[in-house]
């Protein structure tokens, strides 16, 4: 399977600036990444598609400036979360996803923590 | 749209013994895909098993099976001998052509 290195592991920023992840899919060429958010004792809730050489598809709800996703390679995707409050600090996980018939790859999560 | 439910937010077993974790999920394709992952203290995902709604046999990989019943909608997962490991929140999946579902989750204890 798809190996998905995510970094940073974990982060502390202060209240107002950004924040990048970066999600990259070592052994596999990835046109489609996908961006989750995970609260405390909740599922993975997906927050974007993220398609490569092209703008991010967005589920509803979420913030289109304020998580700007880019993927200008198939190996690599990054989230970027600006102007960070309080209430953004999350578990944030990227995948890969195959073909049809394979599974999802996930990074190792990114836990934020705005102050 | 469709939907993945499970019903149980959290169970115990005891170790050695068997445990079932329910999942239903609704949808009007006939073609697709079910997974369950497991989710450790880690917090990374890991599949534990997958199964294609073709296949009428019910996917098994060591002490882990399903019970895919396709009319019902419904794809239990089964854990045989459970192990101090198997403690994790358990997510059930299903894959459409651009999105994977996850369900609410349901976290599992094994007590000694």
């Known amino acids: 399977g798809a190996v998905v290195s995510q970094h940073p592991s974990r982060v502390i920023c202060k209240s107002g600036t950004s924040v990048k992840i970066e999600c990259r899919s070592l052994d596999f060429q990835a046109t489609t990444m996908f961006w989750y958010r995970q609260f405390p004792k909740q599922s993975l809730m997906l927050m974007a598609t993220?398609?490569?050489?092209?703008?991010?598809?967005?589920e509803q709800g979420v913030e289109k400036d304020k998580f700007l996703i880019n993927h200008a390679s198939l190996t690599l995707s990054t989230l970027t979360v600006t102007s960070a409050h309080p209430e953004d600090s999350s578990f944030y996980i990227c995948?890969?996803?195959?073909?049809?018939?394979?599974?999802?790859?996930f990074g190792q999560g990114t836990r934020l923590t705005v102050v | 749209a469709q939907t993945v439910t499970q019903s149980q937010p959290e169970m115990s077993v005891q170790e050695a013994e068997t445990v079932t974790l329910s999942c239903t999920y609704d949808?009007?394709?006939?073609?697709?895909?079910l997974f369950w992952y497991k989710q450790p203290p880690s917090r990374q995902m890991i599949l534990v098993i997958r199964?294609?709604?073709?296949?009428?046999q019910n996917a098994t990989e060591n002490r882990f099976s399903v019970n895919f019943q396709k009319a019902a909608k419904s794809f239990s997962l089964k854990i045989s001998d459970s192990q101090l490991g198997d403690a994790a929140m358990y997510f059930c999946?299903?894959?459409?052509?651009?999105?994977?579902?996850f369900g609410k989750g349901t976290r599992l204890h094994i007590l000694p």
């Open positions: 999946a299903y894959r459409t052509d651009d999105k994977i579902i």
């Open positions: 995948s890969v996803q195959g073909l049809r018939n394979t599974e999802a790859f």
């Open positions: 199964q294609e709604a073709y296949k009428q």
């Open positions: 993220s398609n490569e050489g092209s703008k991010a598809t967005y």
């Open positions: 949808t009007s394709e006939s073609d697709y895909y």
